[in-house]
Nanobody, 124 residues
Framework: QVQLVESGGGLVQAGGSLRLSCAAS????????MGWFRQAPGKEREFVAA????????YYARSVKGRFTISRDNTKSTVYLQMGSLKPEDTAVYYC?????????????????WGQGTQVTVSL
């Protein structure tokens, strides 16, 4: 099991940028592929981005591709989500998640451990 703590959320104007961080502790971070998900009020949790154990493979939801970048630093046991050109529809609680599966995946059920989430609000 790995413990995950997100940070970096906040209020930003449309068109702005934010960088989310997710610090992991517990087991060897490089043994986990990582993902970011988000959940807006009244909506189901949805996939945002994923990164493989080594960081060599990444995968994005169509809605964020070209605007968001996922990365990781295994020496710091941290995964990042750089968000740019933010839109009001990006407003949500953002969660990071870890899976011991290989590769990258968009299915929430593949992920074993989750953080508590960080709120991102994008205003007009």
């Amino acid at each position: 099991q790995v413990q995950l703590v997100e940070s970096g959320g906040g209020l930003v104007q449309a068109g702005g940028s934010l960088r989310l961080s997710c610090a992991a502790s517990g087991r060897t971070f490089s043994s986990y592929a990582m993902g970011w998900f988000r959940q807006a009020p009244g909506k189901e949790r949805e996939f945002v981005a994923a990164i493989s154990r080594s960081g060599n493979s990444v995968y994005y939801a169509r809605s964020v591709k070209g605007r968001f970048t996922i990365s990781r630093d295994n020496t710091k046991s941290t995964v990042y989500l750089q968000m740019g050109s933010l839109k009001p529809e990006d407003t949500a609680v953002y969660y990071c998640a870890a899976t011991s599966d290989y590769g990258v995946g968009s299915l929430a059920g593949r992920y074993d451990d989750w953080g508590q989430g960080t709120q991102v609000t994008v205003s007009l």
